[in-house]
């Protein structure tokens, strides 16, 4: 049972670039989300999904698209990277209702 | 202003210490998260609760609805408890969770 899996762990884009981060999940959970963390800011959520083939904005969704074809997979879009996207994304899977939230080990984004 | 408030923001204890850590929101919840995140590393799930109190080895949290208050304890605290922590409230909706900014420990042999 791996939880939440999340690739890659590091990449460094050149501005403009454009990357797809993956997230995985095995628990059949219905709720899937996209964090970014940044010094001083705490957890942004960027998008979300409450379920297959339906996702949401979240407080940061500029410069990031995302899709659920599958239940357990929730793909972050960078389309024309920037150095403001520079950040560590984080992962989160949960069931409905007030399950706890399992996190995957982060992807460190760096924007030269 | 964030809807989620935790304090201190740092905190230095000395191994053996009885720590606490506090998280205050505004807004209604169905439950609170606690989470640790190691340095470089990534996001634990500690407890998850939504009345009363839960303890897990040497870690006891605690939650006051009315007061919208909740509060992390630590007995015996342990160098390897250096860590940030982290609370999260689950909202009404039941599917976003609203993050304090994290509490960063750190326990001195």
């Given amino acids: 049972n791996a ?3 999340q690739t890659p762990k590091f990449r460094v884009l050149k501005t403009g670039q454009s990357m797809t981060l993956l997230c995985a999940q095995d628990m059949n959970h219905e709720y899937m989300y996209w964090y970014r963390q ?12 409450v379920g297959e083939g339906t996702t949401a904005k979240g407080e940061v969704p500029d410069g990031y698209n995302v899709s659920r074809l599958k239940k357990q997979n929730f ?3 960078l389309e024309s990277a920037a150095p403001s996207q520079t950040s560590v994304y984080f992962c989160a899977s949960r069931q409905q209702g007030g399950a706890e939230a399992f996190f995957g080990q982060g992807t460190r984004l760096t924007v030269v | 202003k964030n809807e989620v408030e935790q304090s201190p923001q740092n905190l230095t204890a000395q191994e053996g210490e009885f720590i ?18 190691h340095p470089g590393g990534g996001i634990v799930s500690l407890f998850m609760l939504s009345s009363g109190k839960k303890k897990h080895g040497r870690l006891i949290a605690t939650i006051n609805i009315q007061e919208k208050h909740s509060s992390l304890h ?14 999260a409230a689950l909202g009404g909706s039941n599917y976003k969770l609203t993050f304090g900014k994290g509490t960063l420990l750190t326990v001195n042999p």
Avoid: F
């Fill in chain 1, 3 to 5: 939880g939440v899996t």
């Fill in chain 1, 38 to 49: 940044d010094p001083g800011m705490g957890l942004r959520l960027i998008h979300y999904s």
């Fill in chain 1, 75 to 77: 793909l972050l879009g």
């Fill in chain 2, 20 to 37: 606490t850590i506090n998280c205050s929101y505004s807004v209604g919840i169905s439950a609170l998260h606690w989470l640790q995140q």
């Fill in chain 2, 74 to 87: 630590i007995t015996a605290s342990h160098p390897r408890d250096s860590a940030v922590y982290i609370c």
